[in-house]
């Protein structure tokens, strides 16, 4: 059964930091392409991070470019968003997002054949 579990989110101030964690079970990030989405109220889900198949290559939206890092653990199976130097326009709910790709990967959110339930990430003082 394939599953995507995402933990870390939570309230932070701006300028906070946090990680968040996508565990993954069911299928193996050694032949799919992750990423992390997020989706704000009234807004369409957006990507804002990916890293390929084989590790060769990650892609960060603009606005987060300089302050989120992707990573993964293979042995774990498991993908993190470490997020630094938050903003208030940062706050969503974030999902991450699996699905194949030969290489590569895509921050187009239609890609993604299995998601996550998303884990609220809040920035506000």
């Known amino acids: 059964q394939v599953q995507l579990v995402e933990s870390g989110g939570g309230l932070v101030q701006p300028g906070g930091s946090l990680r968040l964690s996508c565990a993954a079970s069911g299928f193996t990030l050694r032949l799919h392409q992750i990423g992390w989405f997020r989706q704000a109220p009234g807004k369409e889900r957006e990507g804002v991070s990916c890293?390929?198949?084989?590790?060769?290559?990650?892609y960060y939206t603009d606005s987060v470019k300089g302050r989120f890092t992707i990573s993964r653990d293979i042995a774990k199976n498991t993908v993190y968003l470490q997020m630094n130097s938050l903003r208030p326009e940062d706050t969503a709910i974030y999902y991450c997002?699996?699905?194949?790709?030969?290489?590569?990967?895509?921050?187009?959110?239609?890609?993604?054949?299995?998601w996550g339930q998303g884990t609220q990430v809040t920035v506000s003082s």
């Open positions: 997002g699996a699905g194949v790709m030969v290489s590569g990967c895509t921050l187009n959110p239609s890609s993604n054949s299995y």
């Open positions: 890293i390929s198949n084989n590790d060769d290559g990650s």
